[in-house]
Nanobody
Framework: QVQLVESGGGLVQPGGSLRLSCAAS????????MRWYRQAPGKQRELVAE???????NYKDSVKGRFTISSDSAKNTVYLQMNRLMPEDTAVYYC???????WGQGTQVTVSS
């Protein structure tokens, strides 16, 4: 049984930064192989970033150069550092563990002046 607990969302002005955290609990060997998704009102959930078990990363084109996914194996935690945020980034962000097919509860990110 694995649980993913998200934190770090909130309200920021355009150009600001946030760091999302996703902490995994339970008996897992590694948190590597994680994804961040987001879903805005009226839109489909979309893949934002991925870190594989081998440590490689992939990003949605619109967030390349602004977002960074990383992990801390000792803490069983994956992060999403978001810089130069834009209103278009407003959404509920979800982490997802590929191995256990487990979703986080979601955290709201709102970018507005």
């Amino acid at each position: 049984q694995v649980q993913l607990v998200e934190s770090g969302g909130g309200l920021v002005q355009p150009g600001g930064s946030l760091r999302l955290s996703c902490a995994a609990s339970g008996n897992i060997f590694s948190i590597y192989g994680m994804r961040w998704y987001r879903q805005a009102p009226g839109k489909q959930r979309e893949l934002v970033a991925e870190i594989t078990s081998g440590g490689s990363t992939n990003y949605k084109d619109s967030v390349k150069g602004r977002f960074t996914i990383s992990s801390d194996s000792a803490k069983n935690t994956v992060y999403l550092q978001m810089n130069r945020l834009m209103p278009e980034d407003t959404a509920v962000y979800y982490c997802y563990d590929i191995a256990t097919m487990t979703w986080g509860q979601g955290t709201q990110v709102t970018v507005s002046s």
